[in-house]
């Protein structure tokens, strides 16, 4: 009893310490690291992140896997910028309509995502990760490879007006982060996730409609790679086929770094913030104090393996795919 209770421990708390560790060791081997405008660009950087990442989060505590949102970020962020423009280009005007269409393209592609997975019976990793080509595929042939430019003032805003010397893209995905964890935590659909993770042949035993809850978490995600993309948008101002690009390492490195157990029915959004929040900080700590990029990656790679070792109860696991 006295080791089960010392694993969950470390499971619930070790995130948070290793996130501490590392503010603490850039801060004392570069003075410029701990600094408010070193924390509101590592603020930038975290924001649309951390929305990818709140999605895939609920697909995870399933015990599914989603590698689409790369190519759900691409449409949604291209889909928004054609629309916005088509509009008349300013939030001043009925552009701003273009923010719920985005919501909506991402909520369709989650959908039909949750679909074939279910409906099919594909597995979902393979499900989400040709979702994910189509989805990238569909935004290039919207572009033709060329970049849509969004350079409304007040859509801009959201990086260049700052509160407290964060810009309103923090604040945005602080909201949104909120939002996710009332659904986590104060809907019967949250609960529902946990259910199907924490065995879903007993959530199906037990009466739960299991198809329904994981076509629902699909969707839902996908709302949430929406709102990434246009914090993604907001942050360049620029929409492309590769805006989705590199969100599915960071966001599944996220998820698991922060606690969220790839086995199902442990973790939530508060994890998800504190794996986002480690991820950027060692990308940003190393740019500091000047370590090249192969040796962050190597870094995020071992914190994923270590990470999924602490998550992992290996006496319950008889053999692994």
């Keep these: 009893m006295g080791s089960v209770l010392t694993r969950d421990v470390l499971i619930k708390w070790a995130p948070l310490i290793v996130l501490l560790v590392l503010v603490l060791f850039f801060a004392a081997m570069e003075p410029r690291f701990f600094s408010l405008r070193n924390f509101a660009r590592i603020g930038i950087s975290s924001a649309p992140a951390l929305m990818v990442a709140v999605g895939v989060t609920f697909i995870i505590i399933m015990g599914s896997i989603d590698l689409s949102m790369e190519g759900t970020v691409s449409v949604c962020a291209v889909v928004f910028a054609f629309a916005f423009i088509a509009l008349g280009g300013t939030l001043a005007s009925i552009a701003w309509l273009a923010l719920p269409l985005a919501l909506l393209v991402g909520a369709a592609v989650g959908l039909v995502n949750g679909l074939v997975h279910v409906w099919l019976k594909i597995p979902s990793f ?124 960071v966001s599944i490195t996220s998820v698991v770094v922060g606690g969220t157990a790839l086995w199902g029915g442990i973790g939530g959004v508060w994890n998800t913030l504190i794996g986002v929040l480690i991820v950027n900080v060692i990308n940003n700590g190393m740019v500091v104090i000047g370590l090249p990029g192969y040796v962050q990656d190597g870094v995020l790679g071992a914190l994923v393996i270590v990470a999924v070792v602490l998550s992992t109860d290996r006496k319950s696991v008889t053999f692994v795919k």
């Design 126 to 249: 393979m499900a989400s990760l040709a979702m994910g080509f189509v989805g990238t595929g569909f935004a290039l042939l919207l572009t033709g490879g060329d970049r849509i430019r969004v350079e409304d003032d007040l859509f801009r805003a959201l990086l260049t007006e700052r509160w407290f010397g964060f810009p309103i893209m923090c604040y945005v995905a602080l909201g949104f982060l909120l939002i996710g964890w009332f659904i986590q935590t104060r809907t019967t659909l949250g609960r529902n996730f946990y259910a199907v993770g924490g065995g879903e042949e007993l959530a199906h035993a037990s009466g739960l409609n299991v198809n329904r809850v994981r076509i629902l978490g699909f969707t839902l995600a996908g709302v949430f790679y929406a709102v990434g993309a246009l914090l993604a948008v907001g942050r360049i101002g620029i929409a492309e086929t590769a805006t989705g690009s590199n969100f599915m390492f």
